[in-house]
Each structure stands twice: as structure tokens, then as C-alpha cells.
């Protein structure tokens, strides 16, 4: 019996569930047939192998966002500011180094 992360009520608490399957997992936890199953982001099929430590996303209807929105935004925010600063620190260097000083003190 896997031990699996299902999407309730805003988290993922852990749980223990008798499927091996998303299939089975459907009908243990009452999932409608016609709702989209992610594990561990990915959107799989009814015959998809559950594995301890996956984590489960049910989407009844044709919703946009929740949490695996949520992940995918904060990577591409983390991506895009990491560009910004690594641009602003190239700048700076540049900066330092026409102005003659040295970009390492050593004292």
C-alpha cells in the first residue's frame, strides 16, 4: 500500500491508500470519471503505477491555476530575477573596472 500526497483542502497531507493504480485511486477516494489526474505534476492515465511519495492533483473541470500553476510561476519569476541581478552584478563589475578600481579588496 503506497503512502501518497493527495490535494485537499489546499495541501497535501499524507495518506495511505490501498490503490496501485490512479484507476483504483478514482474510485477509493470517489474521483469523478471525467476529472484530470496529475502525479507529481504530470498528467497521467487511469493505468499510471502509484509509488510511495507521489504527489496527487485531481482537477474536476476545466480550471487554470492551482498549485502546480503556482510552482511553475515561481520558477519562471526565480529564472527571470536571477537574470536580472546576474545583469545588475555583470553591470557592476564593468562599472568597477572602468573606474580603475579593483573589484577585490585585499587587505
Do not use: C
Not at 519569476?77 to 562599472?95: F, G, N, P, V
Amino acid at each position: 500500500m503506497p503512502k501518497i500526497k493527495v490535494l485537499s483542502g489546499g495541501g497535501f497531507p499524507e495518506r495511505e491508500v490501498n490503490s496501485q493504480t490512479v484507476g483504483s485511486l478514482r474510485d477509493e477516494l470517489d474521483m469523478a470519471a471525467g476529472s484530470s489526474v496529475a502525479v507529481n505534476g504530470t498528467n497521467v492515465t487511469d493505468d499510471y503505477q502509484l509509488s510511495d511519495g507521489d504527489i496527487v492533483a485531481a482537477v474536476t473541470s476545466n480550471k487554470t491555476g492551482g498549485y502546480w500553476d503556482a510552482v511553475r510561476k515561481v520558477h519562471k519569476t526565480r529564472a527571470y530575477l536571477d537574470a536580472i541581478i546576474s545583469a545588475m552584478a555583470k553591470q557592476t563589475l564593468i562599472d568597477t573596472l572602468q573606474d580603475g578600481e579593483s573589484p577585490v579588496s585585499i587587505n
